[in-house]
């Protein structure tokens, strides 16, 4: 099955540290990637959606200034959490869809990253 | 506001037993539901899915339930597994390729 890497898979850093997640797709090319958010007992959150050269589009609520979103080409998407605070500490996960499959059924998700801002 | 939800956060099932994991939805705006199943330091994999237009889908072991009129929703496992045992999340949408809206999953434990 198809599959999407990303990295990394825990990061610890201290409040007011820039923080960068990859998002890559091995084996297809991904049109469309989606960002989620989850907290401890919560639901996986939709923070934003990217598609492949153009901005992404953000939920209510989520501050496009604090994630950065870029999806400059077909296998990459990266999720830079700006000035991170304590409060932006959770599970942070990407999932991706090609030219082949546009339902949910086709979505491929990475394994996750657990951010930890102290 | 929990659009979907799944109230249960762990479940325990004995070897060869059925396993049922449930969900409750609130948007009748609904009309597409999927599983996914999650191992740890792993994502999300889709398992199986539904159409609002049927009440039962079957592939295999697993059997996904749909009651519309309680926006209800269950996947059933015969016979579980010890391999079964991960996290389950169940997801809806508006259409097939929708926003999901993921409920806060459910850890089942198969053990043999």
């Known amino acids: 099955g198809a599959v999407v890497s990303q990295h990394p898979s825990r990061v610890i850093c201290k409040s007011g540290t820039s923080v960068k997640i990859e998002c890559r797709s091995l084996?297809?090319?991904?049109?469309?990637m989606f960002w989620y958010r989850q907290f401890p007992k919560q639901s996986l959150m939709l923070m934003a959606t990217?598609?492949?050269?153009?901005?992404?589009?953000?939920e209510q609520g989520v501050e496009k200034d604090k994630f950065l979103i870029n999806h400059a080409s077909l296998t990459l998407s990266t999720l830079t959490v700006a000035s991170a605070h304590p409060e932006d500490s959770s599970f942070y996960i990407c999932?991706?869809?090609?030219?082949?499959?546009?339902?949910?059924?086709?979505?491929?998700f990475g394994s996750g990253t657990q951010l930890s801002v102290l | 506001d929990q659009q979907v939800k799944q109230n249960s956060p762990s479940l325990s099932v004995q070897e060869g037993r059925i396993s049922i994991l449930n969900c409750d939805y609130t948007?009748?705006?609904?009309?597409?539901f999927l599983w996914y199943k999650k191992y740890p330091a792993e994502g999300p994999t889709f398992l199986i899915s539904?159409?609002?237009?049927?009440d039962k889908n079957e592939d295999g072991r697993f059997t996904v339930f749909l009651n519309k009129s309680a926006k209800h929703l269950s996947l059933h496992i015969v016979p579980s597994q010890p391999g079964d045992s991960a996290v389950y999340f169940c997801?809806?949408?508006?259409?097939?390729?929708?926003?999901?809206?993921f409920g806060q999953g459910t850890e089942l434990s198969v053990k043999p």
């Open positions: 999932s991706a869809r090609g030219f082949r499959g546009h339902t949910n059924e086709k979505l491929f």
């Open positions: 084996d297809f090319q991904a049109t469309t």
């Open positions: 990217s598609n492949e050269g153009s901005k992404a589009t953000y």
């Open positions: 948007n009748s705006m609904f009309d597409y």
């Open positions: 539904i159409s609002s237009i049927k």
């Open positions: 997801a809806a949408s508006r259409n097939q390729g929708g926003k999901l809206i």
